[in-house]
């Protein structure tokens, strides 16, 4: 096992991070973050008591700020991004050179020995074609988000030394709490409207839990030699499912939910894809959080969840 190192959580604040940053810490490695903190989250306070934390508040994008906290750093994991399709619509320069430029400039600053974990998102597969997309299907992103995460990737892959996990559609609760992912976002309105309106309910994507990923991480770090220099889709099998399926099993824990197909109109998000995790699987990670463990989860935890701060855009 790969224990006491140094590692990098740029953005570690997140929604993720605040996950990921305390299961790395009880593995025993150091860990530093920087992250701007740009909705004034508090999420990492329960890990300051541990002197392996060092938190720095500061930009992504500042090499000034970045260039000494990679200097030590044995990895590097970017999670500092601007996410989904609206925020980065609403915000493309700021997109571009957070979740594309930044990383570029990190990997300007490292040495060859240094190691990066990146984590981009499986809707750069697009539309996909009627089969699984595996890691060797051709990435096609057609959101702004999707395109700024494939262009980070190909670098990180490019300069080599590096493992790219990429992503399905997350859901879960975290310390900085997200409602706008699918499953997080229906589940709340299920609880608080009792209703939703679907548009191209037949859509399909692959769900993960947040802490399988985190899972994700730890088993990139523990075995880099064996996966290194390859993408990794990062998601629960048993959950390719279309909006009207997620509905139906949200339904079996909210009865009184009622959800309805809208006869006109479209989704702008235009994601419909099915995924294989069979590569990763392979190395012997396996997601543990069902999709009903979620839904239960997040019925239990969204009760205290009630204001706009939680949403990215």
């Known amino acids: 096992m790969a224990t006491g190192q140094s590692i990098l959580v740029t953005g570690g604040a997140g929604y ?22 740009m909705h004034r ?6 890990v300051f008591d541990d002197e392996r934390f060092c938190f720095v508040r500061g930009d992504a994008r500042d090499k000034a700020v970045l260039a000494p906290l990679l200097s030590k750093a044995d990895v590097f994991i970017p999670l500092a991004a601007i996410v989904g399709m609206p925020a980065c619509d609403a915000d493309k320069m700021a997109a571009w ?14 040495s060859r020995e240094q190691r990066v974990v990146i984590p981009i998102t499986n809707s750069g597969y697009g539309i996909g ?4 997309c595996t890691e060797d299907s051709p990435l096609k992103p057609i959101s702004y988000y999707g395109k700024t995460k494939v262009e980070a ?6 300069r080599g030394n590096a493992i790219s996990l990429r992503l399905a559609t997350v859901f879960g609760m975290s310390p900085r709490m997200r409602l706008d992912l699918l499953v997080n976002d229906f589940v709340d309105r299920a609880l ?11 859509f399909r994507r692959n769900y993960i839990h947040v802490r399988d990923i985190a899972a994700a991480f730890l088993h990139a770090i523990d075995n880099f030699e064996a996966m290194k220099d390859r993408p990794y889709n990062v998601g629960l099998s048993s959950a390719n499912l279309s909006k009207l399926a997620l ?11 009622v959800f ?21 699987e392979a190395t012997g990670w396996r997601a543990q959080h069902t999709l009903d463990m979620g839904i239960a989860e997040l019925i239990r935890g969204l009760p205290m969840i009630r204001n706009r701060e939680h949403r990215n855009a």
């Open 16 to 37: 993720l991070g605040s996950i990921l940053v305390p299961e790395l810490l009880a593995d025993g490695h150091r860990v530093d973050v920087l992250d701007n903190l």
């Open 41 to 46: 989250q508090t999420s990492l306070c329960h």
């Open 97 to 110: 050179s957070t979740n594309s430029q930044a990383v570029g400039s990190a990997l300007g600053l490292m």
């Open 129 to 132: 074609s009627t089969g699984e």
């Open 153 to 158: 990737e190909h670098n990180v892959l490019d």
């Open 192 to 202: 608080r409207d009792r209703a939703i309106v679907l548009f191209e309910p037949h």
């Open 247 to 257: 509905c139906q099993k949200i339904k079996e824990h909210v009865p009184g939910f």
């Open 260 to 280: 309805l197909t809208a006869q006109v109109g479209e989704d702008p998000d235009k994601r419909d894809y099915v995924v294989s995790n069979a590569r990763i």
